[in-house]
């Protein structure tokens, strides 16, 4: 998966039917490796989303603006200064190279009119935002480029800008198709080694990434692996000529409509034009939108990205203290297994007892008939030093121990049992989160429970996020709790004492409820509640996930127990494969 040059081509397309003349209204940077543009104009509002982060570069208008700092970072202050209330002249893309130039009119302290430039360079782990003058000089970028990170091109503010450099390969905009395909032919025919063709064309061709080459390899071959040893057949030949000049054409005349590939359910990868290669094994989605596509495609992956970076803290504490936790109730396991274990102290101390005149100061053991195992012979080691007397209370004091020892351990592994339940149960919670607010609920009910310290002043209240709203087919609403502090008070408090209650069985997740208001679910409400429930569970990605069922009046919570913890009879129990619903 990659966006190519090719699909550049049409993104920049894209920016320029919409949001030309438009005004830069608003400037965002949702983290280091992001920078939203509010654009507004005749056409509408809109948000172009320009991303350098690794493994999802993109520039496309969005839909899922990410969520933004309380403070913005320095670089954002200088976008806002220079480029809100500039109008977008144009974007703009050199031959089908991975960049788009996005050209504003923007005024300077003095009123006059100068050209600033934002290059988004779409390339993978080497991307970039680089904000550049009209005298070709960089103002800044996301990422600063110095001598230790590369020898060859600089990224700072104050250098000149540079273009990355350039590949020696074919544009296939460049010229009449005719003479683009057979400058491709003789290249491809120049090879030596025998390549795989897919991995040829990617050598040859600029800006066209792994599918596109697959594509024209698969359509050439008609479904076989080519290499370029097959060129030398004439049928081949033709064949390749023939769509490597269709897709010149298209690229052309902007001609393409794109498509996604649906592999079980999550999206594979996405090409500018149609996708064959897979054939049964794939799902192919056609959109109307290039930014659309490339939208839904990188939006789970990125708000998994983007929390991770959020809660890297919240991650590395809970994996710390589970790691504890195990340890400590593995300790106490073995110990407790040891104190299990003590009937023989008890039976020593009276076979001592029964063989006091037998045993004289000194003796370092002594050979008795337990009386206790149809008495056999039975060694008993003895202390020196003590006397018999002493010996004897000294295995009933071990005996005494083990048994108190026995007692405390047994409540200590119950609660270590029950922290590091509730330790899952939050990191499950985590792992949902979607927003920055979901986080703050899951750092402030950490704080509360003494895992981690908050800082020390007034602190500023944020209003409690709401329950996650569902509206089942069947026309009943369904509340979902975001973490466990949310799990308690909508069970406990919110939810009336004949509403249903939901939760998987055994599996850490959150408190679901049906609104009965009084009436009755039928079989179709408790299945699609369910799935709901399974989803929002560690059993996400499982099948046949158990959910639990009852009504909320039979669910209660322990005394002293931790948030989202609780207990519940008179259940039952459904099989379902969690769904992703459709919000409120």
């Not at 839904?296 to 991770?308: A, L, N, P, S, V």
């Not at 899952?424 to 989160?433: C, D, G, P």
């Not at 800082?455 to 466990?484: I, M, Y």
Request: glycine content about 6%.
């Amino acid at each position: 998966m990659a966006l190519d040059g090719g699909y550049l081509r049409y993104i920049c397309n894209e920016i320029n039917e919409k949001a030309a003349n438009s005004r830069v209204e608003k400037v965002y940077q949702p983290n280091k490796d992001e920078i939203v543009l509010g654009f507004r104009g005749l056409k509408g509002a809109y948000k172009l989303l320009v991303s350098s982060r690794a493994n999802s570069p993109r520039i496309n208008f969005t839909e899922y603006a990410p969520e933004n700092p309380k403070v913005p970072p320095m670089l954002c202050m200088l976008f806002r200064k220079k480029l809100c209330g500039s109008k977008l002249i144009q974007a703009r893309q050199p031959a089908l190279e991975r960049i788009i130039f996005l050209d504003f009119d923007a005024t300077n302290e003095l009123g006059d009119h100068i050209k600033l430039t934002l290059a988004a360079e779409i390339m993978g782990k080497y991307s970039n935002v680089i904000f550049i003058n009209e005298e070709g000089v960089v103002i800044d970028a996301l990422k600063r480029v110095d001598m230790s990170m590369s020898s060859q091109r600089q990224v700072l503010p104050g250098l000149k800008y540079s273009l990355p450099p350039a590949q020696n390969k074919i544009n296939l905009l460049d010229g009449e198709t005719e003479e683009t395909t057979e400058k491709t032919l003789k290249a491809l025919e120049s090879i030596t080694v025998d390549t795989k063709l897919s991995k040829a064309l990617l050598n040859t061709i600029q800006g066209i990434s792994p599918i596109a080459c697959r594509e024209l390899e698969y359509l050439t071959g008609k479904g076989r692996e080519l290499t370029t040893e097959n060129l030398k057949i004439s049928e081949i030949r033709k064949r390749l000529v023939f769509f490597v000049g269709r897709m010149a054409d298209n690229l052309k005349n902007l001609s393409y409509t794109p498509h996604m590939a649906v592999i079980n359910g999550k999206p594979a990868d996405f090409f500018f034009g149609d996708i064959t290669q897979y054939g049964q094994l794939a799902e192919i989605k056609r959109y109307e939108s290039f930014s659309k596509l490339v939208d839904d495609f990188y939006i789970g992956r990125d708000t998994i990205e983007r929390m991770k970076s959020k809660s890297q803290d919240l991650h590395r504490m809970l994996s710390n203290t589970t790691e504890r936790l195990s340890r400590k109730i593995n300790t106490q396991t073995l110990e407790l297994e040891r104190c299990t274990d003590r009937e023989p102290l008890r039976i020593k101390g009276d076979l001592i007892q029964a063989n006091i005149y037998r045993i004289e100061k000194g003796m370092s053991e002594i050979t008795v008939e337990n009386y206790y195992d149809g008495n056999r012979p039975f060694t008993i080691e003895l202390d020196p030093s003590l006397t018999a007397t002493q010996n004897s209370q000294k295995y009933y004091k071990s005996y005494r121990k083990a048994k108190t020892a026995e007692q405390v351990l047994k409540v200590q592994l119950e609660k270590a049992k029950a922290e590091l339940d509730y330790i899952e149960a939050v990191s499950e919670s985590l792992s949902r989160a979607e927003t920055e607010g979901e986080l703050n609920e899951i750092r402030r009910e950490l704080a509360e429970q003494g895992y981690i310290r908050t800082r020390q002043g007034k602190q500023k209240k944020t209003a409690a996020l709401p329950v996650l709203k569902f509206r089942l087919s069947t026309g009943f609403e369904l509340l979902v709790g975001r973490n466990n502090t949310q799990n308690d008070k909508l069970t406990l408090k919110t939810a009336a004492k004949n509403d249903i209650w939901l939760h998987t069985k055994n599996i850490h997740g959150a408190h679901a409820i049906i609104v009965t208001n009084g009436l009755q679910p039928d079989e179709q409400t408790i299945k699609e509640a369910a799935q709901i429930a399974a989803y929002h569970s560690k059993a996400r990605e499982s099948s046949q996930v158990p959910v639990d069922y009852t009504l909320v009046k039979n669910v209660s919570k322990p005394s002293g127990a931790k948030p989202g913890m609780v207990i519940y009879v008179k259940n039952r129990t459904i099989y379902v494969t969690p769904e992703l619903p459709q919000k409120v």
